[in-house]
């Protein structure tokens, strides 16, 4: 089985031999082109994680809601995560220490 290149030529196609190729009923059949390629959005800048090996300030009702329910909260540093670990194997998060001995609240 040998294989054709097609060129394409106003509404009918042309093969390698020459030869002009009509679709059923005389109708010159549609080119097919690939689509383009479409770039992945860049993700963005992370900062270095030094935020995931301290224990951070948060409210209680938010520990125990996302300990239920596995959504994200917001430590007083502004740090959102998922709380899954043992904090009291941690050190405390300098900011949210700084932050609360500066008279700091969560809302």
Sequence with gaps: MTSRATVTLGRA???ADGWARTGARGRAQAVVTPPETVEA????EL???DHDRFAHYCKKADI???HVT???IVALCGKRW???RD???YPVCPSCRELKDAGYTLR
């Design 70 to 72: 596995g959504e994200a």
């Design 13 to 15: 196609q042309t093969t």
């Design 41 to 44: 959005p860049a993700r963005p």
């Design 64 to 66: 125990v809601r996302a």
């Design 47 to 49: 900062d270095d994680g």
């Design 82 to 84: 998922v709380p899954t």
């Design 87 to 89: 904090p009291s194997r």
